[in-house]
T-cell receptor, first 111, second 114 residues
Framework: DAKTTQPPSMDCAEGRAANLPCNHSTISGNEYVYWYRQIHSQGPQYIIHGLKNNETNEMASLIITEDRKSSTLILPHATLRDTAVYYC????????????FGTGTQLKVEL | DAGITQSPRYKITETGRQVTLMCHQT?????MFWYRQDLGHGLRLIYYSAAADITDKGEVPDGYVVSRSKTENFPLTLESATRSQTSVYFC?????????????FGDGTRLSIL
């Protein structure tokens, strides 16, 4: 399974864009990049996922580099409620889409 | 309401006791998962199930038993609880299990074993 590397922590001012990087240099051609977040004491929440193309939904945008070795999750206008641990996960195909969680990035959004 | 629910939310028990954590989903998702989360660790997969009567081990299955007689339920049993099993347990489900289907998580069960 491809491993991911994320910075342990990041800060962001409220109202600004939060850009969370993730390296996954050993990703295979058929592996997806997923982003989840976990707000304190709650279950992980799905944010977005992608294979090759950039993706956008109501929560965030996902930018994947052309060589697919890294990606960036963008929260366009961060709020205090976006303070959470963000996990970047690469999933192998088949096998039930099992997720392997690392330690993620603790994003702190401040006034 | 549709969704995934876990019960109980909190549980305290003693070493050696049997305890069962319940997970119920209303989406008719094929796949269901159990994870545990400990301080300093991300979530680790305990067991998963591809369908009723089909289960498989994850990363940390020792000391746990699962069953899935109905699609919507996936109970996790600790047959003889140990202190090392004190943790927060999360259940999740996903549709069909293909890589483009996200998992949806419950709110967790906080289990303390004294």
């Amino acid at each position: 399974d491809a491993k991911t590397t994320q910075p342990p922590s990041m800060d962001c001012a409220e109202g600004r864009a939060a850009n969370l990087p993730c390296n996954h240099s050993t990703i295979s051609g058929n592996e997806y990049v997923y982003w989840y977040r976990q707000i304190h004491s709650q279950g992980p929440q799905y944010i977005i996922h992608g294979l090759k193309n950039n993706e956008t939904n109501e929560m965030a945008s996902l930018i994947i580099t052309e060589d697919r070795k890294s990606s960036t999750l963008i929260l366009p206008h961060a709020t205090l409620r976006d303070t959470a641990v963000y996990y970047c996960i690469v999933t192998p195909t088949g096998g039930g889409n099992k997720l392997t969680f690392g330690t993620g990035t603790q994003l702190k959004v401040e006034l | 309401d549709a969704g995934i629910t876990q019960s109980p939310r909190y549980k305290i028990t003693e070493t050696g006791r049997q305890v069962t954590l319940m997970c119920h989903q209303t989406w008719s998702h094929s796949y269901m998962f159990w994870y545990r989360q400990d301080l300093g660790h991300g979530l680790r997969l305990i067991y998963y199930s591809a369908a009723a009567d089909i289960t498989d081990k994850g990363e940390v299955p020792d000391g746990y038993v699962v069953s899935r007689s109905k699609t919507e339920n996936f109970p996790l049993t600790l047959e003889s609880a140990t202190r090392s099993q004190t943790s927060v347990y999360f259940c999740a489900s996903s549709d069909r299990g293909y890589s483009n289907q996200p998992q949806h998580f419950g709110d967790g069960t906080r289990l303390s074993i004294l």
